[in-house]
């Protein structure tokens, strides 16, 4: 299944975009999907302890399941202010 | 169209009107907050700040504090406004007004927000300084640390 994910400020930057299509398998969690994006852009591991996760603009766990169609998004530590 | 309490936006921003809006109705203080970007930072000196959210969840984490204000103080209203994009020197990134019968629920509800949204706010900012320009990063944002929450609220009754 296809869910979309959004990455923020330096995350973004690491990936070289803020918004990817991903293939997950059924019953994947968010730190699935991560662990799959950290395959490809292993710059995104040192945000694993610090990064915040989201599932459709809610914050959520990342032993969240996610659905076909989710929008994913990881944050950094946020900077707002 | 009505002002809303909480909003993300690109325009500049206006602390009066934002103080009219939670301003008008009989209470007895009235305490606004801007943040402005600041010149300098960690010795460098800075040419402007670039803000990005994560838009509809920084919209619902601002109502979120607003909420949690209120369930404190239960007597004051806050609203607050949040701007993204390039900001220049002496901006305005963010006004809070909190209006109350009293003051001290008013300073202490405003103190409270503008605590909350560095913590919990998916918004961030790139600083481009003479010489570069790096990401921002502060508090893991989470909702549920109630540890964080505490944190604000003892800063905003200190």
């Known amino acids: 299944m296809r869910v979309t994910v959004r990455l923020f400020a330096r995350l973004r930057d690491l990936a070289g975009s803020g918004e990817v299509i991903r293939e997950v398998p059924p019953g994947a969690t968010a730190r699935e999907v991560w662990n799959d994006l950290v395959l490809e852009w292993p710059g995104l591991r040192e945000y694993e302890k610090t990064m915040s996760v989201a599932v459709n603009t809610e914050y959520a766990r990342m032993t969240a399941e996610v659905h076909e169609g989710d929008e994913i998004a990881f944050m950094p530590p946020v900077s707002g202010g | ?158």
Not at chain 2, 77 to 85: E, W, Y
Not at chain 2, 118 to 133: N, T
């Open chain 2, 1 to 158: 169209m009505a002002t809303p309490a909480v909003a993300v936006t690109h325009e500049p921003l206006d602390l009066d009107a934002l103080a009219a809006l939670v301003g008008a109705q009989g209470d007895g203080a009235v305490v606004t907050f801007a943040g402005l970007v600041r010149d300098h930072n960690q010795g460098r000196r800075v040419q402007f700040l670039e803000y990005e959210a994560y838009e509809p969840l920084a919209v619902r984490a601002l109502q979120l504090i607003v909420d949690e204000a209120k369930e404190r103080w239960p007597s004051a209203r806050v609203a607050a406004h949040h701007r993204i994009g390039r900001l220049e020197i002496g901006e305005a990134s963010i006004v809070i007004a909190a209006v109350s019968a009293h003051r001290g629920d008013a300073f202490a509800a405003c103190r409270y927000t503008i605590e909350r949204v560095k913590q919990i706010v998916p918004i961030w900012k790139r600083e481009h300084f003479d010489g570069g320009d790096v990401w921002l990063e502060g508090a893991t944002a989470d909702p549920e640390d109630a540890a964080a929450r505490e944190k604000a609220y003892r800063i905003a009754c200190a």
